[in-house]
């Protein structure tokens, strides 16, 4: 687990989650510290995406306390806080009905932004190498471009955790290296990521802390150098 | 045949020369339709979004209920709108009776099952990957929702045009409500089951030719929007 519990940016105590009868999480303790990657990884079912869906405030656990801050987060009408401070990139994103431009604006407008909206969108877009797509219907996209257009979306929002469901799966070698990239940049610019994946070996130059989830349950965290 | 094809002529002359009950009867069908459509979308959009996207001890129940109004003979929904609008009911005072408000009432009681239900399935069947991607974008409940209802717009204006051809089409509900009188509660289906036991085939079918036209451009007007 880390140990430097000081700046953590989310905390997590003890949380239980079961669905039909079957405990699908299952983490004594997780502190995430504030900039830097943590990777989760584990087989099919190890409890990732249930991980980060409780993280994003999608999902209440059935046991336990998620604090983000220092503040216990809620769930329901009282997380929207919460959530307007993390956001997730699915693993296979749904994108709305509408053009490419009206969904990456959803996500600052939703915050009550209302000024220079179109030109974070735009500038997200052209950091995740889609701003030629800008008049495109949402549902003209491949499977790449939907990924690559979601992570704009999230890039537009400016949030201080990002949570990334497999967000290399189904896309190709190209796109895969674009999201290295990207996260790399964000990095950078000190935020915070988590990011499940099957294959942690893809996000090693990014010299991540890994998580190994087995049934639910943390059972290796190191830091990769 | 010759009948049936006189009794078309006729109405369609009808139609053409702008007769007044028939254009009466056309208004009054027009004010109460979109009166009881409006309002009972205010009760079934919401209402169908919730039972959609809530879990709550009892929700089947409530269900079926609903299901149950769906099939609800409209003498009876009209027997006790009746019972409750007359002099002797408890709101007799509102002098409701025999007035198109009166048939509103009615007809939203007909009207906000298709509403809600319409909308219950439209909702249920988005992938729930939509409710999140709004969440995760921090957008609030209220938001959230209208996102929701932009993704199923289609299956929401068939539940406006379903309810407007249920209410548009309606009878029993008219009759007992509004006493069917002429330029002032008199529909275009009150007024055609009134003209064809009088005998008057042709001011009946003109009144039909009407009514149709009516739903056809509703119709059209929902493709319309469906497009926006």
């Not at chain 1, 979601?150 to 895969?176: F, G, H, K, N, R």
């Not at chain 1, 990521?193 to 942690?200: A, D, E, G």
Request: glycine share 10%; charged share 20%.
């Amino acid at each position: 687990m880390s140990r430097n519990f000081k700046d953590a940016l989310i905390e997590l105590e003890g949380i239980k989650l079961g669905f039909q009868q079957r405990l699908i999480l299952d983490v004594e303790q997780l502190q995430i510290s504030q900039g830097g990657l943590t990777v989760l990884t584990g087989a099919n079912g190890a409890g990732k995406t249930s991980l980060l869906r409780v993280m994003a405030g999608l999902q209440e656990s059935d046991q336990g306390k998620i604090r983000f801050k220092g503040d216990t987060v809620s769930y329901g009408s009282q997380g929207l806080e919460h959530r307007r401070k993390v956001s997730m990139l699915q693993q296979e994103p749904y994108l709305f009905s509408g053009s490419v431009l009206k969904q990456v604006c959803y996500g600052p407008i939703s915050h009550g932004l209302n000024q220079g909206i179109e030109e974070k969108a735009r500038q997200a877009l052209e950091a995740v190498g889609c701003l030629g797509l800008v008049n495109r219907h949402t549902r003209q996209l491949s499977g790449g471009e939907k990924k690559r257009i979601a992570y704009a979306c999230l890039l537009a929002l400016d949030s201080e955790l990002l949570l990334l469901d497999e967000p290399t799966a189904q896309v190709d070698q190209e796109s895969s290296e674009k999201i290295r990239k990207l996260i790399q940049m964000q990095l950078d610019a000190g935020k915070t990521l988590v990011v499940s994946t099957h294959q942690p070996e893809w996000a090693k130059p990014l010299k991540p802390r890994l998580c190994m989830l087995e049934y639910g349950r943390i059972v290796s965290d190191t830091r990769w150098n | 045949m010759t009948f049936l094809f006189e009794g078309f002529l006729e109405g369609l002359q009808m139609v053409f020369q702008g007769n007044p009950a028939v254009y009466n009867a056309a208004w009054v069908t027009l004010k109460v339709s979109f009166g009881s459509t409006l309002i009972a979308s205010l009760i079934g959009l919401p209402l169908g979004y919730f039972l959609a996207s809530s879990s709550f001890r009892g929700k089947g129940f409530f269900t079926v209920l609903l299901q149950t109004f769906l099939g609800f003979p409209t003498v009876v929904i009209g027997l006790l709108v009746y019972g409750f609008l007359s002099r002797r009911g408890p709101f007799g005072f509102a002098d409701l009776l025999f007035t198109p408000s009166g048939i509103v009432i009615g007809l939203v009681i007909l009207a906000f099952p298709i509403t809600t239900m319409f909308t219950m399935t439209a909702v249920s069947g988005i992938d729930p990957r939509a409710r999140e991607m709004a969440l995760t974008l921090g957008a609030s409940r209220q938001r959230t929702a209208w996102t929701l209802f932009k993704e199923v717009r289609f299956g929401l204006i068939s539940a406006l045009l379903a309810s407007f051809g249920r209410v548009a089409s309606e009878v029993g509900i008219a009759i007992m409500l509004g006493g069917n009188i002429e330029g002032y509660t008199r529909t275009l289906t009150t007024a055609i089951a009134l003209e064809s036991m009088k005998g008057e085939f042709g001011f009946g079918i003109a009144l039909g030719l009407v009514l149709l036209t009516l739903i056809f451009i509703t119709a059209l007007l929902s493709r319309y929007v469906q497009k926006l």
